[in-house]
Structures are given as structure tokens and as C-alpha cells.
Nanobody, 124 residues
Framework: QVQLVESGGGLVQAGGSLRLSCAAS????????MGWFRQAPGKEREFVATISWSGGTTYYADSVKGRFTISRDNAKNTVYLQMNNLKPEDTALYYC?????????????????WGQGTQVTVSS
């Protein structure tokens, strides 16, 4: 069992930056692929970014490419999402997720564990 706890959300003006963190419990974190997803009110949860177990492969949603960066520190059991040049449409509850398969994947149904989410609100 893996527990995921997100942090770093908040209120920021458009054009600003935030860095989300997701701390994982357990000794097998380094073998998991990790992903970030988000869900805005009234919308489905959507893919944002993913990183493979080694950090060697990453994928991004087109809407965040060039603005967001996913990274991980396996020694700290933590995955990060650096978000720059934030836009009001980035406002959502952001979730991190872990996939035992280890390969970076954009499919939310592949992920085995989910955090509770951290709110990001971008004002115009």
C-alpha cells in the first residue's frame, strides 16, 4: 500500500508560479511511475504530466507543455510539479498518482494509488 500526500497548492495571480509536491510512503516508491492529474469543477479528471520510475521519460498534456515540469527525487520519495506562467484555466484540484507498472503513462485508469489533492487557484 502506498499513501500519497500532495502539498504546495494555493492562490496565485496569472503569470505566477507554484511548485506542487507529492510525498509517498513505502519503500517501493522508486519503482513506481508517477503522474499528476487535475479536476476542475464540473469537469472530468484530466492528465497533466507523468514521469517514469527512473525519471528518464516524461509526458505532458499539450495545455501545459512548456510551462510545467515534472520531476522526482527517489531518495526523498517525492515527486514535484513546477508550474510556471499559470493561467486561470489551470485552476483545479491537483492530484498525484502512482502506477506500480513503472512506465510513464497518461491513462488515469492505469494508476493504482491516488492522493487527496491540493487546490490551485489562478486569478486573472
Amino acid at each position: 500500500q502506498v499513501q500519497l500526500v500532495e502539498s504546495g497548492g494555493g492562490l496565485v495571480q496569472a503569470g505566477g508560479s507554484l511548485r506542487l509536491s507529492c510525498a509517498a510512503s513505502g519503500r517501493t516508491f522508486s519503482s513506481y511511475a508517477m503522474g499528476w492529474f487535475r479536476q476542475a469543477p464540473g469537469k472530468e479528471r484530466e492528465f497533466v504530466a507523468t514521469i517514469s520510475w527512473s525519471g528518464g521519460t516524461t509526458y505532458y498534456a499539450d495545455s501545459v507543455k512548456g510551462r510545467f515540469t515534472i520531476s522526482r527525487d527517489n531518495a526523498k520519495n517525492t515527486v514535484y510539479l513546477q508550474m510556471n506562467n499559470l493561467k486561470p484555466e489551470d485552476t483545479a484540484l491537483y492530484y498525484c498518482a502512482a502506477d506500480r507498472g513503472g512506465r510513464a503513462t497518461i491513462r488515469k485508469t492505469t494508476y493504482d494509488y491516488w492522493g487527496q489533492g491540493t487546490q490551485v487557484t489562478v486569478s486573472s
